[in-house]
């Protein structure tokens, strides 16, 4: 175990850099940097104002802000005062107020949490939906009558506490909140910055919301900590102006981002040629691919685009995480290409093994090695472990796995055995690298054929007339034959039948010749109808519900 | 009889009543009848036309549009 909590290390650097920058944010059209001193001193006046609660040491404080400075000084304030802080969600446009502050209302009742940080908007519409229920909500507009008294910690917390809570998308049900340790959130950034080889030169760049684990753990806790630059801006801003990103990287000489796959050909295809101009990428020593399955294709995509630009290929890397693990688990190796697998269709799907073949095949990119003091095991249904090029669920082992899930022991106990973490993630291991082939409960099998739904997905994204990452497949079982149906629902720009029947055409045709198994439905939907959780991943068993009571059981 | 089918086709097996499906369209290798589903427009056919294919007879290259289907129909009628 590390010796030092996040407490002692925030004392460390406020003592050896607190004139460095420590984080720029970026707002519509402008910009401003906090030094380490300054931002932790506005961290102080969240602890200060949470000495006015009555709290104690170890309750849970969730934060309902957007994203900006009060959600991460309020995240601090919180943490060094021994409270458990957790990032929830920020209201999207597309969300219905009133089952978001439900949602909000499960987790409090559910989780225990004593305080709310939010602002005056939320204020009226949170005490409504928490009617009843004994939590503490305070606003970022009581600060002004809390004081600026610096930061100063005599509190005594151990490596064994836990730093802060990280809510896991549970796509149904009930979300789940990861529990961390100090000692395993340091020992975390140890391994991950040897990994990646951080040093103080470093310069992070970040558009991730941080109720992610992507975005809390390497785009928020790991630059703080490890004392180097962070240059955030929000989600919200960066969907609709994605080349603000590849601009703060220009202007900061930014050196790691991280990225989900999707990001890859979002700034790929809708930054316009002409806006690049002087654009300057040479500074990124790595564009980090991580928390939806890596393609190739997007690799390419994003390369093409902006090797102009001076993007080094071998700055394309990749990494496999979870908030279990408090992040990476793997993470592919400095200054080399990539390695990828293309491996047998068939055998992938019939036999769960990864057989490697020089033909057309399916083409899988390694997420890299597992990060030092973390062991992988691949294991099959019994938990017993396959061999190299087996296909089993991914089960890890690490010193920086999570305590268990917040006031959920039977859940906890149904993944974590003999101190491995069985994460319900479907992969291989060939020359120890690690590929991931899927989720466990995703598989859709039909006519005993296993089909993993990404891999329609991914056939559907570029047809014209359709939401690019916004088509859900997944599996409805059919009584009358006794196997699963594949269903694809996929939002559509269009009210024209003759165009929809196009698309559905071409959907179908897609999913026949490109697989060995036909979809029984396809429906087009409008915009907005296809449910993701909350870190932008398909959430299929959500939207197999919503698809059975829309269109399958009308009435019921 | 080729609108009954048609109708079959989009109504229960695809279940798309907005379907556009049309005549020369490729019912099997454009992914719309898969091998369990052409076994089950063999038995449909049978009770409506009193037509009898044999499984060896249920291959694409029959069955794989309408036009197909009812000129192979009206064939064996």
Redesign the interface.
């Known amino acids: 175990m590390p010796s030092a909590t996040l407490i002692d290390a925030v004392r460390t650097l406020l003592e050896t850099q607190p004139d460095k920058e420590c984080v720029t944010l970026i707002t519509h059209g402008d910009e401003y940097t906090l030094t380490y001193r300054e931002f932790f001193d506005r961290a102080a006046r969240y602890a200060n104002m949470l000495k006015t609660a009555d709290l104690q040491a170890g309750d849970l404080v969730v934060l309902v802000l957007q994203h900006g400075e009060a959600v991460m000084c309020g995240f601090w304030g919180a943490l060094l005062s021994g409270y458990v802080p957790s990032i929830f969600p920020f209201l999207s446009d597309k969300q219905n107020p009133e089952s978001y502050f439900s949602s909000i209302r499960q987790l409090v009742a559910l989780s225990g949490v004593k305080a709310i940080i939010t602002s005056t908007e939320f204020e009226q519409g949170l005490k409504q939906a928490l009617d009843g229920i004994d939590v503490q909500i305070l606003t970022v507009e009581m600060l002004a009558q809390s004081g600026d008294h610096p930061f100063s910690s005599d509190i005594s917390i151990g490596v064994g506490d836990t730093a802060f809570l990280q809510h896991s998308s549970g796509s149904t049900g009930l979300q789940k909140g990861v529990m961390l340790s100090h000692g395993a959130v340091m020992n975390q950034i140890a391994s991950y910055s040897t990994a990646i080889g951080l040093s103080s030169n470093d310069v992070v760049v970040s558009w991730l919301p941080l109720y992610h684990d992507m975005g809390l753990i390497a785009g928020f806790i790991i630059p703080i900590v490890s004392g180097i630059k962070l240059v955030l801006m929000s989600p919200f801003h960066w969907v609709r102006d994605p080349q603000i990103l590849l601009r703060a990287i220009h202007r900061h000489r930014g050196t790691l981002c991280w990225l989900p796959n999707f990001a890859y050909n979002f700034l790929a295809t809708r930054i316009p040629d002409s806006a690049l101009g002087d654009l300057d990428l040479s500074s990124i020593r790595a564009f980090i691919n991580c928390s939806e399955p890596i393609h190739a294709e997007s690799h390419q995509l994003f390369v093409e685009k902006f090797a102009r630009c001076g993007l080094y290929e071998n700055a394309l890397m990749t990494c496999y995480a979870m908030a279990e693990n408090t992040f990476a688990v793997t993470q592919s190796a400095l200054d080399k290409p990539l390695h990828v697998d293309t491996v047998e269709r068939r055998a992938l799907m019939d036999e769960q093994r990864a057989v490697p073949t020089s033909g057309d095949g399916v083409v899988l990119v390694s997420c890299g090695q597992p990060i030092a003091n973390c062991d992988i095991k691949i294991v099959n249904e019994k938990r017993q472990p396959v061999s190299e090029r087996h296909i089993g669920e991914i089960a890890l082992r690490s010193d920086s796995m999570l305590t268990g899930y917040y006031h959920r022991p039977e859940l906890s106990q149904q993944v974590i055995v003999d101190g491995w973490y069985f994460t319900g993630d479907m992969g291989y291991l060939a020359d120890g690298e690690l590929y991931i082939t899927g989720r466990k409960k995703d598989l859709i099998i039909v006519?005993g054929k296993n089909i993993y739904p990404q891999d329609i997905e991914n056939l559907l994204n570029d047809i014209d007339g359709i939401h690019a990452g916004r088509a859900a497949v997944f599996g409805v079982f059919n009584e009358q034959?006794g196997t699963e149906d594949i269903a694809i629902v996929a939002e559509a720009e269009t009210d024209d039948?003759?165009t929809?029947?196009a698309i559905?055409?071409e959907?179908?045709?897609?999913?026949?010749?490109n697989t060995d198994?036909?979809?029984?439905?396809?429906?087009l939907v409008e915009e907005k109808w296809v449910i993701k959780t909350s870190s932008g991943k398909i959430a299929r068993d959500a939207n197999r519900q919503k698809f059975i009571q829309e269109?399958?059981q009308p009435g019921k | 009889m080729k609108d009954q089918l048609r109708q079959y086709i989009v109504n229960h097996m695809i279940h798309d009543a907005s379907y556009k499906l049309k005549d020369d369209e490729a019912l099997i290798t454009g992914g719309l009848v898969d091998s369990f589903s052409l076994v089950e427009l063999a038995v449909y056919i049978e009770q409506e036309f009193g037509v009898h294919f044999d499984d060896p007879e249920l291959t694409a290259e029959n069955m794989d549009t309408l036009n197909k289907i009812v000129s192979n129909i009206e064939a064996k009628q």
Do not use: C, E, N, S
Not at chain 1, 507 to 513: C, D
Not at chain 1, 517 to 523: D, W
């Open positions: 006519g034959l039948d003759d929809r029947t559905k055409r959907i179908r045709a897609r999913v026949a010749q198994v036909t979809a029984r439905y396809v429906q269109f399958l």
